[in-house]
């Protein structure tokens, strides 16, 4: 079974830092797509973040700029680099691969 395991999230104020790891049970993980997902109460979940296999990345319109999203292959992560945080960044951060899902992490960006 895959497992998907963030960490990284907290407290933090407006224009601050953070950064989010998931770790991959698998090394599959590597060659498929991976991404950062967010999701706040009552809305759906929306893409941040994305990296192919090959290393592409891509960004939601929100965030770029701001945040980067890299791999480290050799632990089967990828990390997600927040700078720049504003209020509207508060959300539960989801990692994805493998077609599977992390438990989330929560970040809260106060004003």
């Known amino acids: 079974q895959v497992q998907l395991v963030e960490s990284g999230g907290g407290l933090v104020q407006a224009g601050g830092s953070l950064r989010l790891s998931c770790v991959c049970s698998i090394s599959i993980f590597n060659r498929l797509a991976r991404g950062w997902y967010r999701q706040t109460p009552g809305k759906q979940r929306e893409m941040v973040a994305t990296?192919?296999?090959?290393?592409?990345?891509n960004y939601g319109d929100s965030v770029k700029g701001r945040f980067t999203i890299s791999r480290d292959t050799d632990k089967n992560t990828i990390y997600l680099q927040m700078n720049n945080l504003k209020p509207e960044d508060t959300a539960v951060y989801y990692c994805?691969?493998?077609?599977?899902w992390g438990q989330g992490t929560q970040v809260t960006v106060s004003s």
């Open positions: 994805n691969g493998v077609e599977s």
């Open positions: 990296i192919t296999g090959t290393g592409n990345t």
